[in-house]
């Protein structure tokens, strides 16, 4: 098994740091008690972007998406004595979007229109989770703020990665599933892709919400998308695997092939490894952002990959179980950037981009809406039958609330010496 990372950083020139504003009018709408977020939530576009247009006047305009929309973890939640995973979802009815960007030098980024996701008979949708049972579900339970269940969508989506074909349609990629989704200009879905149905059938064992995190069109119109971490097979694997997989569909033709692309080996447990995003640079050549704790520090870096030589993999099994397969070729990858050496400090960067001068390369952030829950979830244990709340073991009346998360909303403009 082949595995080529070696170290060549690109040099930067400058490096432009936008503040992303949000009008009232595209915030998101919030009916809770906290004063803070009286205005409602601040749209998070932070999960992918790629280039709108660029115009002779240096102003830049891009394609910007959210997430499943405003959500927070829950204490540990028991229904029939089992612990069951959940969200809190305090704007259940939010519709996942693509945002409009726009930003000129020496200003900030606006977001200035939306293109909500809608199915395929043009009715919204929102970001609630999958019922059980039904592909792309996780098995988490939506709640509302006041432990309150929320149901399910069965058309719902977890929006993490966006390109544009030639036609002017979209296509996105989804943690749920994971899906690979074609909409037109105006959000409303054409046609989905899952696990045995469009794509390897050995992708529904991603982890929950690990499944899609980055999605590109290469010049020759192939859809690439990357999942997030490492599949578990039957449980057993997510630890034990050295790299993710790299989903290439021919929109054409359906041809679906599948390339491994190589984490790095710092890691505690490899699980913790988490692909932000990927970009293509053309000729089989990729920018993926790969994040996560190494040696115990965290870590947001770019890599350029290679999969010209890369081993198709869709049809061997036990790739993740067996790591010593002879002539099996992964991606070739090298170091670009290291983000925290610029002064990056959010966990998460998401989405990745190059403008048409093929120097600039440009970064967003998931702010995850501004907000996170207050109370200290570790302490609290609720019980689904009796709708009782327990705080360190004591029956509690308390109801949870939100705060600002402190992090930002950004895109950054970082300009390269040379092309890539």
Same mark, same amino acid.
């Given at each position: 098994?082949?595995?080529i990372s070696s170290l060549a950083?690109?040099?930067?020139e400058?490096?432009?740091?936008k503040?992303i504003?949000v009008p009232?009018?595209?915030r998101v709408s919030y009916g ?7 205005n409602?939530f601040?749209?998070g ?6 280039v709108k247009n660029?115009?002779?006047?240096g102003?830049l ?7 499943r929309g405003?959500?927070g973890d829950?204490?540990?939640y028991l ?8 969200k809190?979802f305090?704007s259940p ?5 693509i945002?409009?960007?726009k ?5 900030s980024?606006v ?5 909500e ?5 043009g009715?919204?949708i929102t970001g609630?989770p999958l019922p ?13 703020m006041?432990m309150?269940?929320l149901?399910y969508?069965?058309?719902?989506l977890d ?8 036609n002017?349609n979209?296509?996105?990629?989804d ?8 909409l ?9 892709f899952?696990?045995?149905n469009?794509?390897?059938e050995?992708?529904k064992?991603r982890?929950?919400?690990r499944?899609f ?5 290469d010049?020759?119109?192939?859809v690439?998308?990357t999942v ?12 034990k ?13 359906k041809?679906?092939e599948t390339f491994a692309y ?8 490899n ?5 932000g995003d990927?970009?293509s640079l053309?000729?089989n050549?990729?920018l993926i952002?790969?994040q996560?704790k190494?040696n115990?520090e965290m870590q947001?870096?770019i890599? &350029?990959? #290679?999969?010209s030589?890369a081993t198709?993999?869709?049809e061997?099994e036990? !790739?993740?179980? /067996? +790591?010593s397969q002879e ?5 070739e ?9 610029y002064?990056?400090?959010?966990e998460?960067?998401?989405g990745i981009?190059i403008?048409?001068n ?14 996170t829950v &207050?109370? #200290? ?5 609720y019980n689904g039958?009796t709708?009782? !709340?327990y705080h /360190? +073991?004591e029956?509690s009346q308390?109801t949870?609330?939100?705060k600002?998360n402190?992090e930002?909303?950004?895109v ?9």
């Amino acid at each position: 098994m082949t595995i080529i990372s070696s170290l060549a950083l690109a040099k930067v020139e400058s490096i432009y740091i936008k503040d992303i504003t949000v009008p009232q009018n595209l915030r998101v709408s919030y009916g809770g008690k906290e004063v803070i977020f009286k205005n409602g939530f601040k749209t998070g576009v932070g999960s992918a972007i790629t280039v709108k247009n660029v115009d002779e006047n240096g102003e830049l305009e891009f394609y910007a998406l959210t997430d499943r929309g405003p959500n927070g973890d829950i204490p540990t939640y028991l229904k029939n004595q089992k612990s069951i995973p959940g969200k809190f979802f305090p704007s259940p009815k939010f519709t996942p979007m693509i945002g409009i960007l726009k930003t000129q030098a020496n200003e900030s980024a606006v977001l200035v229109d939306k293109i909500e996701i809608k199915d395929k008979e043009g009715e919204k949708i929102t970001g609630l989770p999958l019922p059980t049972g039904k592909m792309g579900s996780t098995g988490e339970i939506a709640l509302d703020m006041n432990m309150e269940e929320l149901g399910y969508d069965i058309n719902g989506l977890d929006p993490e990665g966006i390109a544009v074909d030639k036609n002017g349609n979209f296509w996105i990629c989804d943690e749920y599933g994971p899906f690979i989704v074609q909409l037109d200009s105006q959000g409303k879905i054409l046609q989905k892709f899952e696990p045995g149905n469009g794509l390897p059938e050995v992708l529904k064992y991603r982890v929950p919400n690990r499944g899609f995190e980055g999605l590109t069109i290469d010049e020759d119109g192939n859809v690439y998308a990357t999942v997030q971490s490492t599949l578990d097979i039957e449980g057993k694997t997510k630890d034990k695997a050295i790299f993710t997989r790299v989903i290439k569909l021919n929109p054409e033709t359906k041809e679906v092939e599948t390339f491994a692309y190589p984490l790095d080996k710092g890691y505690k447990k490899n699980s913790a490894a988490k692909v932000g995003d990927i970009c293509s640079l053309g000729n089989n050549r990729f920018l993926i952002i790969e994040q996560g704790k190494q040696n115990g520090e965290m870590q947001n870096l770019i890599y &350029e990959v #290679n999969f010209s030589n890369a081993t198709d993999i869709t049809e061997l099994e036990n !790739l993740e179980e /067996n +790591n010593s397969q002879e002539n099996i070729k992964f991606g070739e990858k090298k170091l670009v950037l290291d983000l925290r050496n610029y002064g990056w400090t959010a966990e998460k960067a998401e989405g990745i981009t190059i403008l048409p001068n093929r120097k600039t390369i440009v970064v967003i952030n998931d702010n995850d809406f501004g907000m996170t829950v &207050e109370q #200290n979830l570790e302490e609290y244990k609720y019980n689904g039958d009796t709708k009782k !709340l327990y705080h /360190n +073991n004591e029956e509690s009346q308390e109801t949870f609330t939100l705060k600002d998360n402190g992090e930002k909303s950004q895109v950054w403009l970082i300009n390269l010496e040379k092309e890539l």
